[in-house]
């Protein structure tokens, strides 16, 4: 079993591009050949079921954990079939955008 490293940096702020004159903050993570990065909208972690519950970020750690090893693009695809499951027959409330990167 591969040594796994985990960690989450959370952000905030305006979407790219929205404001010609917003000022973001700058973060640079270190990665090694190999390494899985997902970066995810929180309408992600916020689709609800029809319970009301989020799918949450413990949800999506989980999805991304089980998947690791597979190709970016499964990861994706598996994170938004996950978050699809979960909300059943309800539609996001919020848009959904998933970027996952093998360094």
């Known amino acids: 079993m591969q040594n796994?490293?985990?960690f989450a940096l959370q952000v905030a702020g305006l979407p790219l591009g929205l404001f010609e004159s917003a000022e973001y903050e700058e973060h640079t993570v270190t990665c090694d050949p190999g390494d899985?990065?997902?970066f995810?909208?929180?309408g992600i972690t916020e689709t609800m079921n029809s319970q009301g519950e989020d799918f949450g970020s413990?949800?999506?750690e989980r999805v991304i954990a089980t998947n690791s090893l597979q190709p970016a693009e499964q990861v994706i695809s598996s994170i938004f079939l996950a978050a699809g499951f979960h909300a059943g027959n309800l539609d996001?409330?919020?848009d959904q955008?998933?970027?996952a990167v093998r360094t």
């Open 4 to 6: 796994e490293k985990k």
């Open 40 to 42: 995810y909208t929180d």
């Open 92 to 94: 996001p409330a919020d």
């Open 36 to 38: 899985l990065v997902v």
């Open 58 to 60: 413990e949800r999506l």
């Open 97 to 99: 955008t998933v970027i």
